[in-house]
């Protein structure tokens, strides 16, 4: 068994042509942790999300799953390591013209050789794990903010991620919509053990699921290593403490 980090960032910097966006990222996320990419508006955290998730290759450093250099091996090998990834996206992604079962089979039907029966069973199960048991027959147009972003999960989960990543997962809710997307939150984490990074600027979230975390510094393009928001609102950099008060500590 692998002793090394679930993911290692390393060296990583994000430019787009000559502008970069950060620079010299190194952290290390742990197996069951919520991790949380914070900082404020245009500080870089969704492209480092891309980075992340193999969308957007770095300037420079690289990513390393489980000590595999994901920025390095050949395009077959990343296919398999981004398998091992669930993606919610901020605005969640559903197709308007499938249902949420449908929403859901579709990494299933496209990954897998499942049968039908078995796909349908998974389906449900994991609509139920996020409170929408019942609900397969519905089109995103029908559901409220908060269900969408609940298929949206169940959609990631749907091949049994080791690692979910979701952005901005509070992204248009209302505080107790966000709280419950919260909770579901860590009872998946406890649940099924998986690894999360979350990429977000809530604090309500910050503070109420992460237990590691980075901060991206819009000014100097940096990072500046956070660890556990929890305590760093008390003690940590003062950049920080001043975003995890709103200026007001």
């Known amino acids: 068994m692998s002793t090394a980090p679930h993911i290692e960032v390393r060296g990583l910097s994000m430019a787009y042509g000559k502008f970069v966006v950060q620079h010299d990222l190194n952290f290390t996320v742990n197996k069951g942790d919520i991790f949380v990419i914070m900082g404020g508006n245009g500080c870089g955290k969704t492209t480092l999300m891309r980075a992340l998730i193999g969308l957007q290759r770095p300037a420079a450093g690289t990513v390393f799953y489980d000590g595999e250099d994901f920025w390095q091996v050949a395009p077959e090998e990343q296919e398999r390591l981004k398998r091992r990834l669930g993606i919610m996206f901020q605005g969640g992604a ?149 975003f995890l008060t709103r200026g007001t500590a």
């Not at 349908?120 to 397969?136: D, T």
């Not at 660890?227 to 003062?238: E, L, W, Y």
């Open 94 to 242: 559903l197709w308007s013209s499938l249902t949420l079962a449908e929403n859901v089979a579709l990494p299933l039907s496209e990954y897998t050789r499942l049968a039908p029966d078995r796909i349908s069973e998974i389906v449900a199960y994991k609509l139920a794990l996020v409170g929408l048991a019942g609900f397969e027959e519905f089109y995103p147009s029908e559901l409220s903010g908060g269900m969408k972003k609940r298929a949206s999960l169940a959609r990631a989960m749907a091949l049994d991620p080791d690692i979910l990543v979701i952005d901005e997962p509070s992204s248009g809710l209302d505080p107790l919509t966000a709280r419950r997307l919260d909770d579901l939150i860590l009872e998946l984490r406890d649940s099924l053990g998986t690894t999360i990074v979350v990429v977000t600027h809530e604090l309500a979230s910050i503070l109420g699921i992460g237990n590691n975390s980075v901060f991206l510094d819009a000014e100097a393009h940096t990072m500046i290593a956070t660890g556990d928001p929890r305590i760093a609102v008390h003690t940590g950099a003062p950049k920080v403490r001043h």
